[in-house]
């Protein structure tokens, strides 16, 4: 089974940059699509990006469109998002995940609720 660990959040003044990292481990981590979502407090979890096993297909929430990019490095075994022009709503715990199943697509990844491993998350928060 995969293990996933998330890192590269913090504090940033609204506008700034963020890059998150979420690093994998056992299984067959390339054979998975990856997911980045995000939960505020008193929110819902709800879908970041996504991108395809071999990281030629990407997709982002409308509201991610134009700031944040997903990418993947096979030789790290680490999927990356690359945070531009944060907002204060913005502020989350950012987790990655992938799916149950190899066959389950980047573009299901927004709707699918069977997951096969979690990270623990990464606190983002953005001041104004």
């Known amino acids: 089974q995969v293990q996933l660990v998330e890192s590269g959040g913090g504090l940033v003044q609204a506008g700034g940059s963020l890059r998150l990292s979420c690093a994998a481990s056992?299984?067959?981590?390339?054979?998975?699509?990856v997911g980045w979502f995000r939960q505020a407090p008193g929110k819902e979890r709800e879908f970041v990006a996504s991108i395809s096993w071999a990281g030629s297909i990407t997709y982002y929430a409308d509201s991610m469109k134009g700031r944040f990019t997903i990418s993947r490095d096979h030789a790290k075994n680490t999927v990356y998002l690359q945070m531009n022009s944060l907002k204060p709503e913005d502020t989350a715990v950012y987790s990655c995940?992938?799916?149950?199943?190899?066959?389950?697509?980047?573009?299901?990844?927004?709707?699918?609720?069977?997951?096969?491993?979690w990270g623990q998350g990464t606190q983002v928060t953005v001041s104004s």
């Open positions: 056992g299984g067959t981590f390339s054979r998975y699509c």
């Open positions: 995940a992938v799916p149950s199943s190899t066959y389950t697509s980047a573009q299901d990844m927004g709707a699918t609720s069977d997951f096969g491993s």
